[in-house]
């Protein structure tokens, strides 16, 4: 194979990969899809990813970039074989800038060791999706990756001022750099983040870090009501206090975490908030208070409170808990991210419970409700086909909830593989069409990650 | 004239103007250009406005989107004849949403009274460009307008949800909607933002409000070395304070103040730092302990602090005096925006400086030091060509310092008409082309704004 070869020549035979049990290993990603890639690549250099991609461009050949393979929504996989092009052995942070509170670095970088470094340092690098001990900032990026964070803190995109990135015909270009304010011409780097690798494979990242907040208290509040607690949620925000999460488990989430992983937290109970709030230690007491009150004001059965490091962690067990939990009930876990206005929490809610009984699945409610970002979860199996079915019924049902409501499809996961075929809902026909258009005014031959976002 | 009558059938024969008085009013901007449109029109409707787009389109007539004509790049001027769609007349604030913390407004809305009307309920939009009383959300979106307060809470971008907007082609679209988070395919709503009116009009849009600080706090530091005072910005940042506003004027710009506006400063100051702190009361009153010793620290001679509405005017009247005074010394006004990394300050003040001199130029250095964001301003007389020549030459050497010193042509006020000749330079000719297939795919007979961002 000729491919073979080329690739060889560019990145080493040592980093090309073709046999069936190596490519199998990048042929997966954080959903219950597998595809296999042709080859697979791990560059070793921002020179060798130009290389390939214009090789990949004159011969049409689909490039699949992909980081540690966490996503939830299928963007990385190599849905028409090609090349899975593998990113993780781009992992140096090129610089920590104190005085100018950003970070540089490459695609491979796992989010976690960043926070950790720049944490050491007294900055924050606030996007903390689940996997952050494993996934990386490349993948963080094209899936613009979120978190329980984000209800105060944003996304990922909120914290990239500039990329390097090569474009699907094979340039190296930049935008953005490391000034917090920058108009010049298109908000080209925002526009990449989120795009799913269609666009460009980002070589490096300029950061923004902001100070460490001084401060963190956690608050566990137990509600016998599910609406009680949605308005509790909605009353924290009407104070003022804009919470640094700000979690919300169903009844459901807590006897799966209770059964499944011992948790300490009562089985008749409707709905668990986890909520944080950071800052200068003074607020933070100022806001402990707000928020306390704002559960009791709404019938919290009890609220907790944690200061420690260990007693946060303790009311964070829980949370963690689910997916854990979840997994040992049936091997398939299909994680959604539909995402509504925080005042269609609740009634979000009670659709996804009525969603639950209609199709008769293992639907569990949890998520970042400050930001109407719930993960309604489905745990199935995938070798049972009438469950599936209505797994698939169920999902549909989800997405047109979401929209109903004001929301979207895609909260923090992306649109990947499997949200694609409803764009067309979301977004219109003529809306879907002026996406389409740039991408392909970008990418003419489309050989980067075909597939995703537009349903073929 | 075939247009004047079909436009005349679109908006009402009392919404055209083709008088050269009438056509005059809409000729200008912020900067001293000047460019009579063929027709001005003030649509009624989105309706309207998508029949006036498919006739231009199918016309291959010019359209100049325009709000309030403030902008300070010429990114609203009808340079090449055309018709200029002026969007003042949509100005509805079409709802105010509490419990999801959003606004929904019109394009023509003043950004001003927007926030006059949210900070009744405390909320708060935070973007503050020096034109707040009479410039329009829709002129804010386009150009991605910033102001004092982006270096705590970032710039309009930052606050946009969604958008409705209609194409180059006359398609109706909507981005993004209320919620927080959105990963739906592209991020058409900051591709939108900041795109200057070449890729779509804005007819809608969605922004997002934050809880109004609930104590604000401000402090007039007065140095005797320039160098010092950007040593004093560094210490704040580093001592974890993220202050809403911090501003900084050199010698020039003091001199001018007190020689014009009679402003109560030292004539041998250096610089001048306004520096204001937000939030609860208690969090606000140690920051403003650690601004103060930051700035002590470094000796400013003198620190006043201001908590009263009154006492706050009095400090910022001098920063206010600083373009009244400027027009006072000479008629043509050229207000750069050129950005750099904020420990970058320094150095380009430095280079600004030799600038001024070697151009024996009346250029004032001010701006929003915090964010590197500094606005040299030269004061020149149009008439007098050698002058003109020397500006041309200065503004320049301007960007060639911003981006030698890793920094942006623009901060918050666009490329438009005057900077587009030098996007090249920072962007690079694969880059400018990967910006300009953008645009070519979206408006495939250039009529949205031509002229703009690219240079012909």
């Given amino acids: 194979m000729a491919l073979l070869t080329q690739l060889g020549k560019i990145a080493g035979d040592h980093n090309v ?28 250099s921002v020179e060798q990813i130009v290389k390939i991609i214009k090789l990949a461009n004159d011969s049409g ?29 781009l992992d140096r942070i090129l610089e920590i800038d104190d ?5 540089v670095v490459e695609p491979g970088v796992i989010t976690g060791q960043l926070q950790a470094m720049v944490e050491e340092r007294g900055m924050f690098y606030p996007p903390d999706p689940g996997s952050l001990e494993v996934c990386t900032i490349g993948g963080n990026i094209a899936e613009c990756a979120g978190g329980p ?13 500039g990329l390097e990135l090569v474009t699907p015909t094979g340039d190296l270009i930049h935008t953005g750099g490391k000034t917090i304010k920058n108009v010049t011409g298109y908000d080209l780097t925002r526009l990449m983040v989120g795009s ?26 137990v509600f016998n009501d599910l609406l009680q607690a949605s308005e509790a949620i909605l009353d924290v925000f009407r104070s003022g206090v804009t919470p640094a999460t700000m979690e919300i488990m169903d009844a459901e989430a807590i006897k799966c ?40 004001r709404h019938q919290a059965r009890s609220v907790e409170t944690a200061g420690t490091a260990e007693e946060r962690n303790l009311l964070w067990q829980a949370r963690r808990a689910i997916s854990p939990s979840l997994v040992k009930l049936k091997p398939t876990k299909i994680s959604e991210d539909a995402t509504v206005p925080r005042a269609q929490v609740p009634t979000m809610i009670r659709r996804l419970q009525h969603i639950r009984e209609k199709y008769s699945l293992n639907l569990v409610i949890f998520g970042h409700a400050g930001d109407g970002n719930l993960h309604p979860n489905i745990i199935a199996d995938e070798r049972d086909a009438g469950e599936m079915a209505r797994v698939e019924a169920a999902v549909g049902e ?6 109903e409501l004001g929301g979207t499809l895609s909260g923090e996961h992306g649109i990947g593989l499997m949200k694609a075929p409803y764009m067309l809902a979301e977004l219109g026909a003529p809306g879907l069409a002026y996406m389409r258009r740039i ?14 976002i537009f349903s073929s």
């Fill in 17 to 44: 990969f073709s046999s069936r049990e190596e490519r199998f290993c990048y042929a997966y990603d954080g959903t219950y899809h597998l595809h296999l890639p042709d080859v697979v690549v791990k560059p070793q």
């Fill in 61 to 89: 050949t689909p490039v699949f970039p992909r980081g540690a393979g966490t996503g939830l929504s299928g963007g990385s996989l190599p849905v028409r074989g090609g090349i899975a092009l593998v990113l993780t052995d």
């Fill in 99 to 103: 005085a100018n509170q950003v970070a």
């Fill in 149 to 161: 964070r984000g209800v105060k803190y944003g996304v990922t995109g909120d914290y990239v001022l």
């Fill in 196 to 221: 799913e690798g269609t666009l460009g494979i980002v070589t490096k990242a300029i950061l923004r870090l902001i100070p460490l907040p001084k401060a963190v208290k956690t608050v566990l509040a």
């Fill in 257 to 296: 975490v209770i059964e499944q992983a011992g948790a300490q937290l009562p089985l008749d109970a409707e709905a668990i908030l986890l909520i944080e709030v950071d800052g200068l230690p003074s607020a933070v007491e100022e806001e402990l208070a707000a928020v306390a009150e704002s559960c009791l």
């Fill in 398 to 403: 989800i997405f047109q909830a979401a929209l």
């Fill in 439 to 452: 991408k392909q005014s970008l990418d003419p031959n489309n050989i980067l990650n075909p597939g995703k």
